[in-house]
């Protein structure tokens, strides 16, 4: 591309809050044939809310105290929703006396003298507990409908489950059509499990799906992509999403995430509308695609 083309689609996509931090990240998004997204914080608002408690072992209100005391250290999406749900109930949230995170699975604490794991599938596996027909049942169907669940294992039993959902932002499903309108294949990547990932990506319309993926591995994904041939974009917001930022052909970051991300990105959507993602492409496209 001329610089003179590089300088005005800089300049254009700046007038659209698509910031543009070089001529190679121009010329980048111009070559793309793919675009894989982070889901939580991304693709959906980042801010968990809790929808359905089922008591097992112990009561609804005891797992969600319980669930409660282990979270309360924890700054995990998940974690605030259950310790807001708690609060909001006027439950007194009991004291931790150890605490331990276990990344892209959960937390392990004791609570009340008791013992406690809380989180994914991942993290119940770690425990050797097992859930019975009706609990797996019941933890398929919240997966189903888009939902995290979070299982708490309280002294080797399954005490309760706890759902979460996510709201999906507004122009999740306009920027995916978009970007598929145009040509590209799109992706999701997410450490959250497979039912709920894929549910929610259906809701979007995205048809590839990478879940379970550990913070440190989304990277690997997207090298995955990029040793299959192709040129791909990474959307995301998080902390975790720097090094698949910078992995990718392009990263894009979103501007009302973290500082470590904005920093990765080659582009930085300055508001929060994922539209904004073909449009920065589309952009690309029309200053140096046709003025080569
Ligand atoms: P993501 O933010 O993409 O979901 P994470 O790696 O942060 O990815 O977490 C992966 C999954 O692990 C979450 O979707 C959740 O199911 C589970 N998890 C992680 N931390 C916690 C926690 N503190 N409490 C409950 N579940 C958790
Ligand atoms: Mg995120």
Known sequence: ATPTAITVGVGRGAELGILIKSGEALEAAERLDTVAFDKTGTLTEGKPAVTEIVGLALTAEESLALAAGAEQNSNHPVARAIVARAQEREISIPATDAFETVRGKGVLATVDGRLIALGNRAMLADTNVILDEGAEAAVVHLEEEGKTVAILVADGAVAGIIAVSDTLKPTAMAAVAGLKEMGLSVAMITGDNPGTARAIAGMIGIDRVFAGVLPDAKAAEIRTFQEEGR????????????????????????????????????????????????????????VIGRVK
């Open 231 to 286: 040129r791909v974009a990474f959307v995301g917001d998080g902390i975790n999403d720097a090094p698949a930022l910078a992995q990718a052909d392009l990263g894009i970051a979103i501007g009302g995430g973290t500082d470590v991300a904005i920093e990765s990105g080659g582009v930085v959507l300055v508001r929060d509308d994922l539209t904004d993602v073909p449009a920065a492409i589309q952009l690309a496209q029309k």
